[in-house]
Structures are given as C-alpha cells and as structure tokens.
C-alpha cells in the first residue's frame, strides 16, 4: 500500500501553517467524490495521522482540499472581498505500487505551489 503525506508553509508569513484544514477525496468512477477523511495541520504545519490505511487505500484519483482562505483569516491578513484564493485542491493518482507520496504546499493568499515530495 502507497503512503500519503502533506505539509502547508506559508510563505506569507514565513512560517509552517499551523491549523489548516485539509480533506481528503477518493474520486469514483461516476466522478463523484467520495470523502475519506479530515484532518488539521499541527504547529509543524503536518499532519499527525496516516492520511489513508489499508481499509481506505485503493489505486486511482485522489484530492487534497486544502482551505487556506479560513486559515488567513484566522491569522487576522486583510484579505479581499471576495478573496482571491478560498479552497485549493490538488488533484492526482496513485497507483498499487508500494510508495511513499508527500505533496507539500508552498501558500501566501494570492497564490500557491504544489509538487511531489519525496
């Protein structure tokens, strides 16, 4: 089984991104998405638990939603109305191939990078 991990650093305040909240998506073959779980990022700006396990883990499309909007405006940024970036997801496959998977996200409030880690 393939492992997945995250970590959110915001570059606005050059600083980890310490209670983001993240979902995580499996996409079904009809297109609909089928939420497998939710978690919030620590002061580290990772997450503490596996994001999938032997019982949720299958090979195909998967989506991290991350929502930086919420977490700017908890950190008190004077954002736009109606701001530019509110939710951002991430959309990829995995395979059955035993890997470790590490997407990690680069985020200020008008925009963001995202790559596979290692």
């Given at each position: 089984m393939p492992s997945l991990s995250t970590h959110v650093l915001d570059l606005y305040h050059g600083t980890p991104a310490q209670n983001v909240q993240i979902d995580l998506y499996f996409q079904q073959e009809d297109e609909s998405k089928q939420l497998i779980?939710?978690?919030i990022t620590n002061a580290d700006g990772r997450i503490d638990e596996q994001?999938?396990?032997?019982e949720t883990w299958k090979?195909?499309?998967?989506e991290?939603?991350?929502?930086?909007?919420?977490?700017f405006k908890e950190k008190s940024v004077q954002l736009?109305?109606?701001n530019f970036l509110t939710t951002i997801?991430?959309?990829?496959?995995?395979?059955?191939?035993?890997?470790?998977?590490?997407i990690p996200l680069l985020v200020t409030p008008?925009?963001?990078?995202?790559y596979r880690g290692s």
């Open positions: 779980k939710t978690v994001l999938v396990t032997n090979p195909g499309t998967y991290l939603v991350f929502y930086v909007e919420q977490y736009p109305t109606p997801p991430i959309r990829f496959n995995m395979t059955d191939t035993p890997s470790h998977y590490h008008w925009g963001y990078q995202v």
